[in-house]
């Protein structure tokens, strides 16, 4: 009886030693798990993973985490080579030459070429397409000619391949910082004659699509990726949610990992309590929020109730106190005294009685975010209280004056001026401004201001940074 106590003892024992050592395995099971995988929220609405159609900050926020293209922003702000082995360009910033890295591969195990480049930015200034991301390549040479049909396929010159990993293109003007431009969304490539197909997405980034619902989408290591080796994030979990005040909690339950532009912006509401949270991370983008004027309005087109207008814009409150980040001002103004109001004022009284616009209702559109519309009630304060005349704040998409952002990730002052320009010009390039006060007398009161991205982080995350064209890359992270 004895001997068999003593057997079933060692059996106990042995069973409790095996069921601890399988708990602790379990327990470094799930520790090895959560230290590769990233949870964030991010806004709910329908996101379209073709990268040459991408046009918004939220659809970006998703399509660079599966795929990239031949440059990034480095987390120092500098342009760093991703699918670039070399990047060269002349003297004259005219003509650029890319050489793609050796054995670069697609998610399905394919190659990827200079072809699969050229044909998705060809396929861009195809006007049949209707793509929304058309003009920004119109700094190519002939590029608006093929967009606007006066030349065939055949016969553009402004993108050649040279052979399978060698792209030549070459400008209308010199563009200084065309590396910066590589690294946009818009200039990714999708595979030559492949579909985007949220069944079936072949991608190039460090990221696969696993599952899209209602719910959530997850991504998964994209193990054909040419730098796997660096990419320690293993699983990507991005939950879709409707109302940002709920997002914001998910944070402070750390039920998410970060959470912020641009992914999902800081609940205004939210704002003053996180500034003072130790997580908080401000980075400064080349995003700007400008106002897009109807001159064909009666109020605007006058030079001079614009002018009065913009000079009662007050770009340091906006930036300060509606956005509560180091968000700059354009450009600095001087702070006004009474007289100077009081001047303005009884000039644009007398214009409008002139004029016969006393009845004119001045519509300002906002871009459908609450921080649009505090942009534009704070202006219209401004202009109520000093002219008196009838300001409506709408969603419509009829409107006098329409708050909008533009981003078209460069650092270089001219071209961003060039851009937005023709951005809202949409011409040839036929005139090369050489100020924000010359495009100003042609066309719009210029951008507010530039904005810097407000991100929540926990302190376990490192490695994250927004980049100056507002993309946050999951990849670059590691997780403690």
Known sequence: MKKFSKIFLILIAFILVSCSNSKKEKQNDNSKTSNTEIITAIKKQDYNFNPKLSNSLNNDSVVSQLFEGLTEYSSHGKVALNQAESI???????KWTITLRENLKWSDGSNITAEDYVESWIS?????????????????KDAKKLYDGKIKSNEFKGITITDKNTIEVNMEYPVKNFDEILSNVFMFPTKKDSKIDKENLITNSAF?????????????????????VNTKIKKVTLKLVENEILAYQLFDLKQIDFFGLPFYEIPYERRLDSSKKPELLNFK????????????????????????????????????????????????????VSDQIS?????????????????????????????SERILASLSKEWIDKYRIKVSITGDSNASITHS????????????????????????????????????????????????????????????????????????????
Do not use: C
């Not at 060269?88 to 005219?94: N, T």
């Not at 207008?309 to 007050?314: M, P, R």
């Open 88 to 94: 060269e360009k002349s003297q004259d910033f005219k």
């Open 124 to 140: 861009i200034l195809n006007k049949e397409n209707n793509n929304p991301n058309a003009f920004k390549l119109f700094f190519i």
């Open 208 to 228: 696969k699509l696993k599952s899209y619902t209602d719910e959530e989408i997850i991504l998964e290591q994209n193990e054909n990726y040419w730098d796997n």
């Open 285 to 336: 983008t080349n995003i700007f929020e400008f106002l897009k004027l109807d001159t064909e309005n009666k109020m605007l087109q006058n030079n001079t109730l614009r002018k009065n207008l913009e000079t009662l814009i007050d770009s340091k409150f906006l930036a300060e106190f509606i956005l509560y980040n180091n968000s700059e001002p354009i450009f600095k103004k001087e702070n006004l």
């Open 343 to 371: 001047k303005l004022k009884n000039e644009f009284d007398e214009i409008l009685k002139s004029s016969n616009l006393q009845n004119e209702i001045l519509t300002l559109k906002h871009n459908g975010t609450k921080l």
């Open 405 to 480: 952002t533009f981003n078209i990730g460069t650092t270089d002052e001219m071209d961003i001026k060039y851009y937005i320009n023709h951005y809202l010009q949409n011409d040839d390039f036929s005139k090369m401004y050489t100020s924000i006060e010359d495009i100003k007398k042609d066309n719009l009161i210029f951008p507010l201001y530039k904005r810097s991205f407000s991100v929540l982080v926990h302190n376990n995350i490192q490695g994250l940074h927004v980049s100056p064209n507002g993309l946050l890359l999951i990849k670059n992270l590691l997780k403690q």
